[in-house]
Nanobody
Framework: QVQLVESGGGLVQPGGSLRLSCAAS??????????MRWYRQAPGKERELVAT????????NYADSVKGRFTISRDNAKSTVYLQMNSLKPEDTAVYYC??????WGQGTQVTVSS
């Protein structure tokens, strides 16, 4: 199985920034063969797809709620995907998850935006 480990979450004031990281590892796993995704889930809400990036990193997509504020990127040499989050809003508060395919998930990292 693929192991995904997120990091970088925390408490930040509105308008602040955070950078999330997700490191992937598995025997025989070729990170550069797979698209990567960031999801988030707030209490009482469904899991929301935040951003996607293709295996090569050449195409990215974002939820309307984060366009212009978040940037997804990847470093295939390090088997790591990132989510740079700027101009954070209280409604961005959620647990953020890294994902590959339908069934590989990290443990999640908490992002709290509050004054």
């Amino acid at each position: 199985q693929v192991q995904l480990v997120e990091s970088g979450g925390g408490l930040v004031q509105p308008g602040g920034s955070l950078r999330l990281s997700c490191a992937a590892s598995a025997s025989g796993f070729i990170f550069s063969n797979y698209n990567m995704r960031w999801y988030r889930q707030a209490p009482g809400k469904e899991r929301e797809l935040v951003a996607t990036i293709t295996n090569t990193g050449d195409i990215t997509n974002y939820a309307d709620s984060v366009k212009g504020r978040f940037t997804i990127s990847r470093d295939n040499a390090k088997s790591t995907v990132y989510l740079q989050m700027n101009s954070l809003k209280p409604e961005d508060t959620a647990v953020y998850y890294c994902n590959i395919r339908e069934f590989y998930w990290g443990q999640g990292t908490q992002v709290t935006v509050s004054s």
